[in-house]
């Protein structure tokens, strides 16, 4: 007996890469209105990309079921 595959829901990438474009816009806006809160903003974004990087490479690595 094989052990059970655990699937990936197709949009999670999408939604990780969903979540880092608004993470840097709202760095963006942190920074032009001069506040240092944009720190976690930036850092937000970075999780997130790299999760999004994740997701889709162990997708695609996958076959893409």
């Keep these: 007996m094989s052990a059970p595959t655990r699937r990936i829901p197709q949009g999670l990438a999408l939604y990780a890469t969903v979540i880092c474009v608004l993470a840097v816009a709202a760095a963006v ?37």
């Excluded at 001069?34 to 937000?44: D, M, N, T």
């Excluded at 490479?57 to 996958?62: D, I, K, L, P």
């Design 29 to 65: 806006v942190s920074f032009a209105n001069g506040s240092w809160l944009g720190i976690v903003w930036v850092l937000l974004a970075g999780l997130t990309s790299n999760m999004a990087w994740y997701y889709h490479r162990r997708r695609t690595a996958r076959g893409a079921e």
